[in-house]
């Protein structure tokens, strides 16, 4: 399930490092804050939370 955060986190940069620098930053911080917290979540749903967190702001 690694493919689906690296999959998340490519998809995130592609839409917005480029066009919107400051959305790009906030959603690092929110990607990496789902990391720090992942462990609170079953192992099967913790690749789901930091792949929603960098999708968060895609749209």
């Known amino acids: ?3 689906l955060v690296d999959t998340a986190q490519q998809m995130a940069r ?3 490092e ?3 620098p400051p959305r790009w930053s906030h ?3 929110v990607a ?3 990391c720090h917290i992942a462990a609170a979540v079953p192992k099967e749903d913790r690749d789901i939370l ?3 967190a960098w999708l968060h ?3």
Do not use: N
């Open 32 to 34: 990496a804050k789902a």
């Open 14 to 16: 592609i839409k917005l």
């Open 50 to 52: 930091v792949a929603a």
């Open 18 to 20: 480029v066009a919107l």
């Open 27 to 29: 959603i690092q911080a």
């Open 1 to 3: 399930m690694a493919q």
């Open 57 to 59: 702001d895609v749209g």
